[in-house]
C-alpha cells in the first residue's frame, strides 16, 4: 500500500540533509574577517601606549547642542587624509559620516540626532580608532574605549 507511512523514510531523510555541505552564504567568509581584523584592531589600539599614542595624535576640540538642532563633532587630528565619525547612530560603520577639512589639521561635521545619549568614536582613514579627550569616556560592546554625547530635548 503506497499511503502507508514507513517510519525510517522521514528519518533517512533527516540524516541525509544533515550529512550534506550547505552551501556559504556569499561574502559571510570576507566579512566574518574584516569584523574580526576590525575588532582585533581596536582591541590592540586600546592598548596602554598606543592608546596614550592616539590621546597625542587626536584632541577633540567641540561637542555641542547647537541652536539649529544639529551637534557638532571635531577633531584635530594631524597626518591624516580623512576621519570618519562612527556611533551608535552609524551601526559604528565608518562610510556613513565624514568629517570635512576645516584647516589647521581640524575635521569637522554636523549631524542631527534625536533626544538620547549616544556612543561614538572617529576613524581616521589609516585605520586608527580615537575615542574623543573631550567627551565622556565610555566602553563598547567589545570593552574598547569610545565617548558619550548627550543631546536634550529643545
Do not use: C
Not at 550547505?22 to 566574518?32: D, F, I, M, N, Q
Not at 601606549?49 to 587630528?77: E, M, R
Not at 540626532?113 to 565622556?136: C, H, I, K, M
Request: proline share 6%.
Amino acid at each position: 500500500m503506497s499511503d502507508e507511512l514507513h517510519p525510517d523514510e522521514p528519518l533517512n531523510a533527516a540524516v541525509a540533509a544533515l550529512r550534506t555541505t550547505p552551501a556559504l552564504v556569499p561574502g559571510l567568509v570576507e566579512r566574518t574577517r574584516e569584523r574580526h581584523r576590525r575588532v582585533r584592531r581596536r582591541r590592540f589600539l586600546s592598548g596602554g601606549v598606543v592608546a596614550s599614542l592616539a590621546a597625542a595624535f587626536a584632541v577633540g576640540i567641540a561637542l555641542k547642542d547647537g541652536d539649529d538642532g544639529y551637534t557638532t563633532f571635531a577633531l584635530v587630528a594631524p597626518q591624516t587624509s580623512g576621519v570618519s565619525l562612527v556611533g551608535d547612530f552609524t551601526e559604528w560603520e565608518t562610510d556613513r559620516v565624514r568629517l570635512e577639512p576645516k584647516g589647521d589639521d581640524r575635521w569637522e561635521v554636523k549631524v542631527k540626532l534625536a533626544p538620547g545619549r549616544y556612543r561614538f568614536a572617529y576613524v581616521t582613514d589609516e585605520g586608527n580608532w580615537l575615542a574623543d579627550q573631550s567627551a565622556p569616556p565610555a566602553l563598547d560592546d567589545f570593552g574598547d574605549p569610545t565617548s558619550v554625547v548627550m543631546v536634550l530635548s529643545e
